[in-house]
């Protein structure tokens, strides 16, 4: 099992950035691949972004392709989102996601561990 805690969200104008940050608990966090998803008020939770177990590849929404970049360092157990030229529309709460199968994934199902979420703001 692992815990997931994320940091890092906080409220900023349109065109700022942001870096999320999810540390996990547990000596197995290599073994997981990882994912961010978020979910807006009054919306569905939707992908943003998953990366596989080494780092090798990495998936994006297309809604965030080219702002964001999702990344990891397994040494420190943690999975990174950078978020830049942020826009009014990134507003949510954004949630990481650990998934035990081989591959990561762009579907909320594959995931088996999830954090509590940070709260992310952008004013226009």
């Known amino acids: 099992q692992v815990q997931l805690v994320e940091s890092g969200g906080g409220s900023v104008q349109a065109g700022d950035s942001l870096r999320l940050s999810c540390a996990a608990s547990g000596r197995t966090f290599a073994s997981y691949a990882m994912g961010w998803f978020r979910q807006a008020p009054g919306k569905e939770r939707e992908f943003v972004a998953a990366?596989?177990?080494?780092?090798?590849?990495?998936y994006y929404a297309d809604s965030v392709k080219g702002r964001f970049t999702i990344s990891r360092a397994n040494a420190k157990n943690t999975v990174y989102l950078q978020m830049n030229s942020l826009k009014p529309e990134d507003t949510a709460g954004y949630y990481c996601?650990?998934?035990?199968?081989?591959?990561?994934?762009?579907?909320?199902?594959?995931?088996?561990?999830w954090g509590q979420g940070t709260q992310v703001i952008v004013s226009s």
């Open positions: 990366i596989n177990r080494v780092g090798g590849e990495r």
């Open positions: 996601a650990a998934n035990s199968g081989p591959f990561s994934s762009r579907s909320s199902s594959a995931y088996d561990y």
